[in-house]
Structure formats: structure tokens, C-alpha cells
């Protein structure tokens, strides 16, 4: 151990996915002689590990890093990253090195052509990889020592038309199903017993044929792991197997995400779901008949361009209709390169917060009474 280790703080925005590149990074990077802060004032090196999916997450970074005034040296990392390119130098003369979700492999050596005081590179940017090496998730580091997310899948080839995913983390690849199991039976020989699958979709995983009901189940039977969950389903693929498996497997979470993103079969269509709104009833219908103690959360989005009032009413509706458990709801915001985005985003601001305020109450009003009713 050397005294002179550099000193490195991570800040880490958006979904569960960016939490645990989050852990990757930070255990490549002490695995490579890197001190990690907890916090940034000790730090020398401040890395941001973004989100693309909302412009309200991208416009906080660009403020954070603001704030900094050029008394760090700042890496912008993940999904804004690849989005922005070379051209986050333009946005803000203080980011030295740029480096896209599937290169954050390369960080210790990017980092290592950096000096704290005085760049050797002045600016550095790597977002052309496509895989991420396998090695990258068994560094052994999780945050917390009771749970683990495992990824299971990367990217995503759904082209949602208003997702910049597709985009920045780009086509959907499996991984392989002994070294998800590898690497879950090294986290449990840590001591961890509760762990989360992730995927953009987990619901269309295969390796080599093994779907991913199939993965569940090897999970849920191995010895020491005493909770299991898994995140994101998507309605297009999600089905009976997997709902079956939710029952039966004692160890695996009763609650389903399945985000409905809206209840008007034409913006649904826009939207490029692969659903409308009677199929989605009806696998929310076959959930509740086989997981009888399951429960339900879901995503909306509001002011999707050329949304109507009436179609914002059917989704209301159907919100109230299926009666969800809880439901995370977000205003529209075109993000770059989406389909989208070409769409003109007709839906005023004004019109967009007060949607989000009547779906935010009404979802409120259902969930309290789920609750009262122990559901
Ligand atoms: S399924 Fe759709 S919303 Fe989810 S990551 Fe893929 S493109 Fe985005």
C-alpha cells in the first residue's frame, strides 16, 4: 500500500443499473491502487457517474460540475457520456476525460495518464468499446454487505421511441449463465444473502437457450442466498413462466414491475411498447390469478408529445382500473437521437406539470388505501 495513493470520489445518478457500475467502478478502481472517498473534499479526482434517461438528471451534473470551479480534476462517466462524446469538453472546459458505459474498464489506465496537479493528457475520451470484459463484475465490491445487484443483461434493443438506452448502452447482450452464478456464489462466500437481477428487460434473458425462469430457479436453489429480486420486466415479454416462477420460488420477491408508460393505445403505439392497454389488463390479470399475494408497481409517463386530455383520462383510468401498489410517474422530456425527440413536443409545460400532480395524487390516494386494506 502506498502513501500516495490518488484520491477518488464517485457521484453516482440514476437507476440500479448505474448504482452497481457504480460498485464496478470503484472496486476495479481500488483493485488498481485508488484510494475512494466518501466524499469530495479530500478527493482529487471527482468522477461522475451519469444518467441520460431524464434532461433534469443531465442539467443537475452539468450544475455539480459547475460548482467545482476547476479545483478537481473531472471525469464524466456512464450514460451521459456516450451521449455527449468529445463534445462535453465544449460544454464545460473543466471535464477531462469522457468514458462511455462499456469502457469504464479502462478508468485505472485513463486515470494513471492523469496527474493530480497538471494534466499530462489534457482531455481524454474513450466511447467506442462494445463489450464490457466479463472481469469487470467479479471484483468482489458491493456497497452494502447484505445485498448485491447482479447484472444479467446489458443494453437494450427495444427502442422504446422515447429512450435513450438503446443509445447509450446500446444492443442487448446476455450474459452468461455460470458466470452470473459465479459470481453470485463469490458474493454469498462474503457473507451477502439478498440479491437483485438486473436488466433492461430481464424478461427476454437467454444464454445458449436457458431463458430467464429457468435462471431464477437455479438462483432461488443456491445454498446461502436467502432473498431474491429482479428488475426491470417489460410487458412485451414478461408471462406466465415467469409468473408461475414468482409464486413458486420461496425465496423470490412477490412484487412485480411491469412499467405501463401509458393507458391510450395510441400513444402506447408512438411509444413503440409492443403492447396496448387490453393486453396489458389482461397479464395483470394472470399475475393476480396465479401470484395471489403478489403486488404490483409501475411506471407512467405524462405529456408524451400529442398526448390529448382524453388520452392522459384513459390513462387515469386504467391507473385506477388495475389499482397499483405504488407507481413511479415522470413528465415527458425528449432526449437526443430517440425517435421522439423528432416528435414535436406539443404538451406545454404548465399542461405537463399538472398531469404529473393529478397522477402523483391519484396514485397516492390508491396506494394509501392498498396499504389500509393490507393488500
Ligand atoms: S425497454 Fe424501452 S424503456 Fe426500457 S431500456 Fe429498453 S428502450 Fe428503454
Redesign the pocket.
Known sequence: MKADKKKVFIRSFGCQMNVRDSEIIQGILQKNGYSVCENDQNAEIIIFNTCSVRKQAEDRVWSLIGSYKGSKIIGLVGCMAQNYKDKAFLRDEDVSFVVGPQDIHKLPEILARIQPKGLLERKIWEVDNLNRPEEIYHTGFYQNPNHAYVVISEG?S???S??V??YVRGPLRHRQKEKILNEIEAAISQGITSFTLLG??VNSYLDDGFNFTELLKEVNALKGLKKLGFF?S?PKDAGIATFKAIRDLEKLDKTLHL?LQSGSDRVLKLMNRGYNSKEYVALIENYRKIVKDGSLTTDIIVGFPTETDKEFKETCDLIKKIGFNAAYIFKYSPRPQTEAAKMVDSVERQEKEKRHKYVLDLQRKISNKLKKENK
Open positions: 437494450c427495444n427502442f422504446c422515447y429512450c438506452v438503446p433492461q428487460n426491470t417489460h412499467p
